[in-house]
């Protein structure tokens, strides 16, 4: 089984694994790979392909921004 990280353990770092990235967003691995595909935060070095949590934090602000606009309309 494999162990996922602690939340809190995320918040200090800026690129994630794909088990990281799942464990922040809540989503599954298939869906996170291609929604961070889809908002630009796939960062490929070497062969390695992690993930940029600072955009995944914008795009997830901007969600939250948007719903909250819908609601007050």
Same mark, same amino acid.
């Given at each position: 089984?494999?162990?996922? /990280?602690?939340?809190?353990? +995320?918040?200090?770092? @800026?690129?994630?694994? !794909?088990?990281?990235?799942?464990?922040?967003?809540?989503?599954g691995k298939g869906?996170?790979? /291609?929604?961070?595909?889809? +908002?630009?935060?796939? @960062?490929?070095?070497? !062969?390695?392909v992690l993930f940029?949590?600072?955009?995944?934090?914008?795009?997830?602000?901007?969600?939250?921004?948007?719903?909250?606009?819908?609601?007050?309309?």
């Open positions: 089984m494999i162990k996922k /990280k602690n939340v809190t353990e +995320i918040e200090n770092k @800026r690129m994630l694994t !794909t088990t990281e990235a799942e464990t922040y967003t809540g989503l869906l996170c790979r /291609k929604w961070c595909e889809s +908002i630009g935060a796939v @960062r490929k070095i070497g !062969t390695r940029d949590k600072f955009v995944i934090d914008a795009v997830m602000d901007q969600m939250a921004k948007d719903t909250q606009a819908q609601v007050t309309e």
